[in-house]
């Protein structure tokens, strides 16, 4: 049995988060897995298989994967922002250097994996690549990316040379992928694609232990996000309220929370739409919501692949999603719902038309209730990308 190692900042609520811990389910049969986690100290802990042996690196680095919420304590407090101010100085390398200093190395394995994606160097966020880097002794060092890399200011030498020493790179998406070598096209020759995993049954069974039932009259839309700058969630509620007496039969849900969401609160009533746009704040357990609601919406700037096209679609929920990296593949290819144009009016007209056609969601509602939905393909994805010889 294969020995591999992953490494991840933390397991906070997330879709990078997300997808290891459905990745983890999948794999963790079939092969030894060590998690390193800078942070680990968080409920999700609990959903990582009991066969994953779980391990912490050395103290300093536990503040790489500590968000501000998690440092509650002064000491806490005082050392992410010392970590924080010496990213910001003089870059992620030379921050990551200093906070392993006594961190050993990592031996024994036929793989070790960064998790999560190099960003902007005067960030003070990932480390993951650095750790297996500079950490770990492995026969294949692998990265993965989860996100749109044109859009998140980390085209640099320095990135360049970090993922120059890995041996595979592995994007979640032909989009994702793209978007990488955009910017990178040197590493054409050695990034694949392998696509997240889901966790159906959990996912089917979620969705029927809080069953929540919704009025039969009218469309019901749901937004499943973060209320973050690149989800795009204050212009969806224009849009909404840009459809007149069309949206006279719609209900609006949106569930999640962040920076966004007083702002988009403020703008509900600024437009009298207080009994057409619920917010429901974050919830554990979607799924009921995602299965009752006619369309799923996502308004996204940007994207790199959305575990939650692949959730509300194994539930019969069809999707439209702004055109991002990866929602043609995603979304028009596996016959999932609908693509619009990126902007305020994209959104508007993406609704409008199917406001007008509500049989369309109906149609593509019965294709999704008798459609396969397995992780098949992408065990095999990542099976080639462990066992392929470098």
Not at 3 to 14: D, F, K, Q, S, T
Not at 77 to 86: M, V
């Amino acid at each position: 049995m294969k020995r591999i190692l992953i490494v991840n900042n933390n397991l906070h609520i997330g879709g990078v988060q997300r997808a290891l811990i459905n990745l983890l389910g999948q794999i963790s049969n079939d092969y030894e897995v060590t998690l390193l986690l800078f942070y680990s100290d968080h409920d999700s802990i609990k959903n990582v298989p009991k066969g994953v042996k779980i391990v912490a690196p050395c103290k300093a680095l536990k503040y790489w994967g500590m968000s501000k919420n998690d440092a509650v304590s002064v000491k806490s407090r005082l050392c992410r922002g010392f970590w924080a101010a010496i990213t910001r100085l003089f870059g992620r390398g030379f921050a990551f250097r200093m906070a392993a200093l006594f961190q050993h190395k990592l031996c024994g394995y036929d793989a070790a994996v960064s998790y999560l994606h190099s960003g902007n160097r005067r960030v003070f966020y990932g480390g993951c690549s650095e750790f297996v880097i500079h950490c770990t002794q492995a026969r294949k060092k692998i990265a993965f990316l989860h996100c749109d890399y044109g859009k998140i200011n980390a085209a640099s030498a320095y990135n360049a040379g970090i993922y120059k020493q890995f041996d595979a790179i592995a994007a979640c998406s032909e989009g994702c992928r793209d978007a990488f070598l955009r910017v990178f096209p040197q590493f054409a020759n050695n990034t694949s694609v392998v696509y997240n995993c889901h966790d159906y049954d959990r996912i089917y069974r979620l969705s029927h232990s809080y069953p929540v039932i919704l009025p039969n009259a009218g469309l019901h839309i749901l937004t499943v996000a973060r209320f973050g700058k690149e989800k795009g969630i204050p212009r969806a509620i224009m849009a909404f309220a840009s459809l007149g007496e069309k949206n006279r039969d719609v209900v609006y849900h949106i569930i999640g929370d962040g920076a966004q969401f007083p702002e988009s609160a403020s703008l509900i009533s600024e437009l009298g739409l207080t009994e057409k746009v619920i917010l429901h704040r974050e919830m554990k357990n979607p799924y009921g919501y995602m299965r009752a609601c006619d369309l799923l919406l996502i308004p996204s700037f940007s994207e790199a692949a959305p575990l939650v096209i692949g959730e509300a679609a194994c539930l019969g929920t069809p999707v439209l999603s702004t055109m991002t990296s990866s929602a043609d593949e995603m979304i028009t290819r596996t016959g999932f719902g609908w693509v619009c144009e990126n902007s305020p009016d994209g959104i508007k007209a993406g609704l409008e038309r199917l406001i007008d056609n509500p049989e369309m969601i109906r149609e593509k509602n019965k294709e999704l209730q008798t459609g396969r939905f397995d992780n098949e393909y992408a065990i095999r994805q990542f099976s080639d990308l462990i066992n392929e010889v470098t």
